[in-house]
């Protein structure tokens, strides 16, 4: 303490984050990766960073956006043809069953270029990306109905809906318009199903953040808005900006739907189509009684749905107080037609009086809630104060203030968001990091904040510096209840789900050629490709199948040709193509980019583009290399031996316990089966040349047995140790 000049609370709070090796956290984290378009997942409580998902943007560890299937899931992301190598990212959601979640799928969408992302948690890797056919912004999604059967995704900047349409800024009222998607999502097939999803069309209101309802108020949704003045601004003319005309009125309006009456009136025909897409006209909702509006504080930001379903709390930027409207009051007025009047657009509005459970003063900028495992516990952020604030939502009384460092947007408790939040953390997600961090330049990181809420007063743990753009908002789960995959079934194209066609099993592989296509079906294994060479004429279009043959854990292997700009992650199981054009002579090395094995760096081959109608002379040119001896020959047999040696005792001591109940275990094994039984043939292959007293080939196929034998000793170590870690016990 007295060396790193700390405080015994500092010590407190590290012990409640530290997580020892070998030992995991217990919660996972979901974030946003604001500007980068991509996720990244860390633990709680240790903030360590697990992994970045690529989502919106290329991503080249994973080779997303380097291989085929993967850029294919990229362009669905295309707009007006054109590629969007970027995403605003804002709100992930994780799938639900009834309320809670299950840890299957993530939702994530993109305000900048209006998209939702698919990201299957089996797998980590995004499978679909969704257009939205008619908004040009969007900010209030990715939320979940309690069965994921829809995904809410909200507009922000009104806009004309039709595509590639131009209506002056003076038709605003008339012509521009604002809107919620409510995306089908088919939990089997694990993708959206935009054919049967639809939009409710809404007035030019700005609409904002979410929420669906749950419980008792399942079947509707939620969403706010701001700028409900209709504002157009016009600096450079001398009008006053958007921020002024925007927050001139006390009140904007917050948007209840049905969206299960809403989804039964687009089944029975009843919505109109523009650009493709089921839309509900303002006219038909309104006379179907499935819209209306209910003032709401000003410029209002976050709307969160309590874990009861029966209360819907919206915090208001430039008021210090949230408001807890009850879904209970909102149904009565509803019911008996009890409205104040009806907006320029001809929608019910139902009077804030008549909505409201009661208003809470909590501090200056409240903008997002979370909830608490206790029962009314709510968590708000203060954006203006920099504080979170607790606070009873049954009793509006406030419970205990913490500051964050600086400036809080989003906040978010262990799965807060669900119907069974599980308490015990908060990450305040805060905008500005200013003194925190040691300086990296004017660019800051942004700073995310754990802490306990474990007891009744809130205390500050930790600060993880968060380096890849604004992650607005995060969600989380619990470790446990996710499954992810160890490895994929052989031949496995990850991002259809689907059997690769260009898959191979080992002894398949093969180069083909049609016309100037150039394909090879190839493997990856410790330690070579299959092909090692591959042909092709300058001009050529080159394809290249990859299936990774290994089971072992994490023995995934990469792949690149240079100067090709193509890259692939292929994990155990998984088959990867990459496509190019050979388009330039020369002489290309590919190789694996991952530290696989020991001869990793010798898992290579090259691609020779050969010039158009290249012959190769009659006699060819023999190979130099170094020439062996009987003697080398010799010593390759005695290496052979002594392997062979370690390789039984390892065997002896696997087959002397229960290693069948262990299947990580029995995968490694089946790999080493697999390069066993490789041996036959290379033996085969050294005992015939050594006849010939060819020693050169009678020492490489020596070797090459040798590196068989490698491989195998190498998993055999790695099983048995994870026996012996793990508790094997002896059988007879
Ligand atoms: S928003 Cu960023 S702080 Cu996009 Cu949910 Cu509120
Ligand atoms: Cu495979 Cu390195």
Request: charged share 25%; aromatic share 10%.
């Amino acid at each position: 303490m007295k060396r790193r000049n700390l405080s015994q609370q500092d010590l407190l709070a590290a012990a409640k984050t530290y997580v020892p090796t070998g030992k995991r956290d217990e919660f996972v984290v979901f974030s946003s990766g604001g500007q980068s378009g991509q996720v990244i997942v860390y633990g709680i409580p240790s903030m360590r960073i697990l992994k970045y998902i690529g989502v919106f943007t290329p991503e080249p560890w994973q080779g997303y956006g380097y291989d085929e299937s993967s850029k294919a899931i990229l362009k669905q992301g295309m707009i007006d043809g054109k590629d969007i190598t970027w995403g605003d990212t804002h709100h992930p959601a994780i799938s639900e069953t009834q309320g809670k979640y299950d840890g299957q799928f993530l939702f994530i969408n993109d305000k900048a270029n209006p998209r939702l992302a698919v990201i299957d948690l089996r797998d980590f890797e995004t499978k679909q990306i969704v257009v939205n056919p008619i908004f040009k912004s969007e900010h209030g999604g990715a939320f979940v109905t309690p069965n994921t059967d829809y995904v809410i995704e909200a507009a922000q900047y009104a806009a004309p809906l039709e595509n590639r349409k131009f209506y002056p800024l003076e038709s605003f009222n008339e012509a521009y318009r604002g809107g919620v998607t409510y995306w089908k999502f088919d939990r089997k097939e694990g993708r959206i199903q935009p054919e049967q999803s639809f939009s409710f069309e809404l007035p030019p209101y700005s609409q904002d953040l979410s929420d669906a309802g749950k419980g008792p108020s399942d079947g509707w949704a939620f969403t706010n808005s701001f700028c409900s003045e209709r504002y157009v601004g016009g600096i450079e003319k001398g009008v006053p900006p958007y921020e002024a005309g925007c927050s001139a009125k006390d009140t904007d309006y917050l948007h209840v739907m049905n969206w299960k009456k809403a989804a039964e009136l687009v089944a029975a025909g009843k919505a109109k189509k523009i650009n493709g897409h089921n839309v509900i006209p303002i006219d038909v909702a309104v006379k179907e009684g499935i819209l209306f509006l209910v003032p709401e504080a000003k410029s209002p930001h976050g709307v969160d749905v309590t874990p009861d379903g029966k209360f819907m709390i919206v915090a208001g930027k430039l008021d210090t107080h949230v408001s807890v409207f009850s879904f209970e009051k909102i149904q009565a007025a509803i019911k008996a037609g009890k409205f104040e009047g009806k907006d320029p657009y001809g929608i019910p509005v139902i009077g804030m009086r008549d909505a409201l459970e009661r208003q809470v003063s909590l501090g200056l900028g409240p903008l997002h809630t979370q909830f608490d495992s206790k029962p009314c516990i709510a968590y708000t952020s203060l954006y203006v104060d920099s504080q979170v604030a607790k606070w009873n939502y049954c009793d509006g009384k406030v419970l205990d203030k913490v500051s964050v460092h600086y400036n809080i947007g989003h906040l978010m408790t262990m799965e807060g968001d669900s119907m069974d939040p599980q308490g015990r953390y908060l990450v305040a997600l805060n905008k500005l990091a200013i003194d925190r961090f040691v300086p990296v330049g004017p660019l800051h990181p942004q700073n995310h904040q754990l802490i306990d809420i474990s007891n009744d007063k809130m205390q500050l743990l930790y600060d993880m510096p968060f380096p890849l753009g604004e992650p607005h908002y995060a969600v989380a789960i619990s470790a446990n209840k996710l499954k992810p995959f160890i490895r994929y079934q052989v031949g496995t194209d990850s991002r259809t789900d689907k059997r690769h066609p260009g898959a191979v099993r080992a002894g398949e592989e093969k180069t083909e050629r049609k016309g100037n296509r150039v394909e090879v079906f190839g493997t990856a294994i410790r330690s070579h490709f299959t092909p090692e060479t591959i042909e092709a004429e300058v001009g050529d279009e080159v394809v290249i199948n990859i299936t990774n043959l290994e089971r072992a854990e994490d023995e995934t292997h990469g792949f690149t040709v240079s100067t090709y700009n193509t890259h692939a992650s292929i994990e155990p199981g998984k088959t990867v193509t990459v496509k190019f054009k050979a388009d330039k002579e020369g002489v290309y090395p590919f190789y694996c980019t991952e530290f696989c094995s020991a001869l990793h760096l010798e898992m290579q081959g090259y691609l020779l583009v050969k010039p158009k109608g290249w012959k190769a002379p009659a006699k060819a040119a023999e190979t130099k290399g170094t020439a062996y001896t009987e003697a080398d020959y010799k010593n390759q047999l005695k290496k052979i031996a002594d392997t062979q040696a370690v390789i039984d005792q390892v065997v002896g001591y696997i087959t002397s316990v229960n290693y069948q109940d262990f299947p990580d275990v029995v995968a490694m094994v089946e790999d080493a089966q697999d390069q066993l039984g490789k041996i036959p043939d290379a033996k085969a292959k050294h005992e015939a040349a050594a006849q010939k007293k060819d020693w050169n080939q009678a020492t490489l196929w020596a070797e090459q047995v040798w590196q068989y034998q490698v491989k195998t000793a190498d998993l055999g170590l790695r099983a048995k140790t994870y026996l012996e870690q793990n508790g094997a016990k002896k059988v007879k």
